[in-house]
């Protein structure tokens, strides 16, 4: 059993708008003891995920969020330095709902087992993990892309953007994503094989979107909401499909956001807007694990992980994550 210390980052408090690092407290605890069924994991990467901002406010969402001194939200990946279950041995790899620290407790039904011979543990936050599962079904299953459909995808090469534009190609779509770097766009284009893509810090999309959608949008994968998605809206084709993800833009928000006006595009093209969860594909989860693993593993299926060093730079690397400083999954190595 390892002695000694935990760290663990709190919620110190509420923030207004864009948190800020003294929103966070950085606690130093006596590493948790596990009981019967449960297994202690030292954590090797931990995620940050833009949902955690949601989380840090008051008042309902689809999860309760973290309250004042609690430990922050979120998922992990380490070995198991001791098990009292059967199920789970001493040196295996685990995904599990850690929080921001260095060591957790969890039943074993409450974790993931990761196969560290296939991939690195890392993809089990990323490609093989939660973004993944979303980018996985949020395309396939809420948007059923056909060959030649004009899909485009905001928030491009991110964690889930990056992943959906390449499920989009393999099912025989247009790919246009939209991005805030030019290394991101190049990278989409150049290295995920996107066929074209928008800057959106430097680009009117409107403008782009129209030139580079002359027979309209038939899916849209919306991870930010916003303007982006208004001007998605003014260039739907007839029958198209919209899959709410994320919001990104207004996450730090102080005042509900204005809009969307244009409701009416969607009417003229008949077209169906559905927000989803990954969580209520859980049943399917294991099968598309299996597909998303299969297509890594022969290379087609490319992912990029953002890694920040140490677990005292993680609220300095989820401010960030909510301004557009990553580039791809971003993962903490603890
Ligand atoms: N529905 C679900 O079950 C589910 C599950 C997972 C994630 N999500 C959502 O999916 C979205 C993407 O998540 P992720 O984990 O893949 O994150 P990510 O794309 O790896 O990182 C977030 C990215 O959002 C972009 N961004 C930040 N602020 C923005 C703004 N004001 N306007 C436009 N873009 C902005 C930035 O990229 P640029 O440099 O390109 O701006 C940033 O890098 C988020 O909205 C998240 O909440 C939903």
């Keep these: 059993m390892p002695e000694g210390v935990n760290r663990q980052w709190l919620l110190a408090k509420r923030p207004a708008g864009l948190p800020k690092e003294d929103d966070f407290e950085l606690r130093e605890s006596e590493t948790p003891r596990p009981e019967h069924g449960e297994v202690l994991v030292r954590l090797e990467y931990l995620s940050l995920d833009p949902y955690m901002r949601g989380r840090m406010n008051e008042g ?28 789970i041995s001493v040196g295996d790899h685990v995904a599990v709902r850690s929080g921001w620290q260095e060591f957790v407790t969890a039943h074993v039904s409450a974790t993931r087992k990761i196969d560290s011979k296939a991939a690195p543990v890392s993809t089990g936050l990323g490609v093989l993990g939660m973004p993944g599962l979303t980018a996985y079904f949020g395309t396939l299953d809420v948007l ?75 899916c849209y994968f919306d991870n930010v909401g916003g303007v982006t998605t208004d001007a998605v809206l003014d ?6 499909r919209i899959a709410i993800c994320g919001q990104i833009a207004h996450y730090n928000d102080v005042e509900q956001a204005m809009g969307p006006r244009n409701l009416r595009s969607l009417l ?41 060093d140490g677990i005292e730079n993680m609220p300095k690397a989820f401010i960030g994550l909510l301004q557009g400083a990553n580039f791809g999954k971003l993962l903490i190595k603890v």
């Design 268 to 308: 003229v093209a008949q077209a169906r807007m559905q927000g989803f969860l990954v969580f209520q594909f859980a049943q399917k989860h294991p099968v598309a694990l299996a597909r998303l693993s299969k297509w890594v593993s022969e290379g087609r299926l490319k992912y990029r992980e953002d890694i920040v």
């Design 144 to 218: 059923e892309p056909r060959p030649g459909d004009t899909f485009v995808v905001s928030a491009a090469s991110g964690a889930v953007g990056a992943i959906v534009g390449q499920i989009a190609k393999m099912a025989g779509c247009r790919v246009i994503g939209i991005a805030g770097s030019s290394e991101k766009v190049s990278y989409i284009i150049d290295e995920l094989g996107f066929d074209a893509a928008i800057n959106y810090k430097t680009e009117s999309v409107p403008e782009r979107l129209a030139e580079l959608c002359p027979d309209g949008i038939d």
């Design 60 to 87: 309902k969402s689809y999860a309760p969020g973290v309250q004042i001194g609690e430990v922050m939200t979120g998922e992990g990946v380490g070995v198991v330095v001791e098990s009292h279950s059967d199920a």
């Design 235 to 240: 260039n739907l084709a007839t029958g198209a």
